[in-house]
Every structure is written in C-alpha cells, then in structure tokens.
C-alpha cells in the first residue's frame, strides 16, 4: 500500500470527525446488527463470507468512527470494537467499500431500521478517496472524464467519426454543437465505443418528434466515476463541466442519456455539489420517451417488436431515481410480451456493474460470479430480449449472458422504442 501521510490521515478522519451534517452520525450510530440485510445483498448471496454483509460494509466505517470520535471507543476500543486506521484496516476498507459493493442500495430496503448503507459506504470511500487509496482503475476512468471530456478517453474526431457513420448508415441527423437547441442530449461513452446504434435510435425518436436537439462534441459524458470515487472535488468538477456545456450552448433542457448513475449524479447530487440549482430543466430519456408517446409526439406499434422481453431495472433509475412506473409506461406500449423478473422494480438485484465495479478490472472474477443472480433471474424469465435503460448495465448484462450462456439479446430502450417507431 502507498504511504499515507499524517495530513491526508488527519483529513480523511475529519471526515468523521467533523461531519457537514448530523445525518453521517446518525447512519454510523444506528446499525443494530441484527443481520436482517445479509440475504439483500448479491455479494453475500453470493459468496456467502461475513464480510460480504452489508452491515458489515458499515462496521467498517463505524469501527473507526468509534475509535477516533466516542469517548469508549478512545479510552476501551477492545471493548467497544473500535478499529485503528492502520495499513489492514485500510487494506480490508479498499476491498470491501470498493470491491464488494456496487452502492445499489437493495439491503437499504431490507435493513430494520433503514441506515443508508450506501451513504455509508461512499463516506468510506470519500475517506479512501481524501488518502488517495481509490483503486488505479477506478482512478484513471475518473482521470481521463476529467482531461478529456468523457471517461474511456475517445479522442473527438473518433467520436465526430462514429456519429457520421451513424448518420450515414441509419439516415437519420445527428447535430452536433448546434447552438441554441431545446435540448441538450448526453451519452454514456460506451455508446460511441461500443453500442452506436443506441444513438442513432434515440436520434430517430427525436426526429419524429421533431426535437430541436444536439450532442456536444466537447461534453457528452451522461457519467460521473467521481460520484463513485468519492472524491467530491472530481465529481463537482465533472458535474461543472456538464452545466457550463448546457450554458455554453444555450440548450434549455439537459436530456440525461441511459445511464443510471449518471442519471443520479447529475440530477440529484450535482446541485448538492455546485451548490446551486440548474437554471435549466434536468429530464431523463425515459421521462422524455413516456412524455412523447402519452402526447402523440410519437407514434409506436408494439406489434413491430416480436419477441419476449423482460425488463432490468436499473438501481439509480428505479430504486434509487424512482422511474418504476415511466419505464413500464414506456416498455409496455412498445413491446407486445412482457415477462418481469422475481423479483423486480425497487426490490430488483443489481447486475453487478454498478458502484465503478466495471471500471475496476481487478475484481473482474468477482463481479461477474455475482451477476450469476441476473443470470439466473434472466433464464427463469424465458425472454429472449433484456431491455435495460443503463450502459453500464448493458455492458454487465452483455458479459452475463456470454459468462452464463443466456443466448439472449441485450438492448437499451431507444433501440426498442426505435424499433416500434411508426414512421409518417
Ligand atoms: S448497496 Fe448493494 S452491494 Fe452494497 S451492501 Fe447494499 S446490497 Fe450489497
Ligand atoms: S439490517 Fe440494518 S441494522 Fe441490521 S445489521 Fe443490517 S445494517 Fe445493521
């Protein structure tokens, strides 16, 4: 492990010591361990080992809460299990906050008394974030979002590229920087890396719309790894790039792209860390899609679409971003089967990929053992098709079903929102 200097020590127990509000010290107080959230989560489903408990995940941080902030916990640790912040305390912090969980929130739902474990978690990680502890994967997905506008680090002619290749191949227009548009749409950067077609679909339900939109070429990254590092100053600085772009371009509506982190952090933590409210509306494309079909913005005829779906609900869009009823709105009147996965919505288990764990390719093995639940929630299903709003699910999903031999097929809601399109 790297060496931690005193000061950055001290800075990461400040955290606990003087929290912002009194809703740290409530959360690191209430946990009764009673156990009631081990089966929640999909890691201890999983793996089956105590460390893998959330309740667990949250002792982690109260254990050092304890030592440094309560008066048994200063004078008896032993006594009180109160932790020191050395190298294996910090070791088992890095493997449990980071590589163990995806900060889904489902044992929220299931904890007796509701602690936020998530809050928790990210709290640790801010700690880890403030000693320069985040794992180097995690880190270099959150340093190139910061050089270079977005997160795998796709130089601007590659993008230019890809969306003239769309446009070419699927007529349909793609604006780009277009000034003084409606709409600002944004991207996860594995649409342009690796699922392009995901933009032109959108693209095609905006011009049946007849949205006045854009992409920006400089800032078109719907994500924020900052928000999952917990370095709060990387996760502002990302989140401000977004705005100033939105501003720059005089766009009066953000369209938050398929994302259900990015959804999250720029919606509902960006105000929180810029300290201010948008002077534009915030919409997701899920919102968007139901507002278009409900109005007869856009016509669909779920009979274009011919074969079995389920639906994977992503953690920050449903559970955490509360777009249940939007997103079945929108499936159900664009496919003509749908078949839920037990269990589903806000009780839904996350795919696996979430909380960075897909940029941390050093818990590559365990992540995709987890997504074994997903596997098998898919295969009780019988659906051939897994409509998911989320990239970063996508990408899970797509290795899930390569890992567990699924032979389904993987697709965003635009594509099949696109595909149920009634051209006039
Ligand atoms: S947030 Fe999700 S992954 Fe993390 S402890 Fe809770 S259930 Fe497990
Ligand atoms: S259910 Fe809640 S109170 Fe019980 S052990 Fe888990 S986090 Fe603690």
Redesign the pocket.
Known sequence: MKEITPEQRQKALDILIHPSDSKLITHLNACVHCGL?ET?????KTFKEPKYI?GK?VDMVSSIYRRYCTFLGKTVPKLNHAREMDENTLTEMIDSLFGA????????KHCSIGVD??FV?RTGRRMLATMGLVPETLQATVDAAINTGNNMGIPTEDFVDTIEWMEEDEEVPIPLNKEDADVLYTLNPREPKFFPLSIAAAAKIFQQAEVNWTLSTEMYDVTNYGYFSGNDAEATAIAKHMFDEVHKLHCNTLVLGECGHGSRALRWEAPNYLKTHPDFKIITLIEMLENFIKSGRIKVDKNLNTKKYTIHDPCNIVRNGGLYNSLRYVVRQVVPELVEMDPNGSDNF?CGGG?GMLAMSEYNERRLKVGEIKANQIKATGATVVITPCHNCVDQLTQINHTYNLNVEIKSLAEVVADALVVE
């Open positions: 959230c929640s989560c999909l890691f201890w959330p995940k969980c995806t900060m889904c929130g489902r044992c929220v474990i998530p978690v996350c909380g």
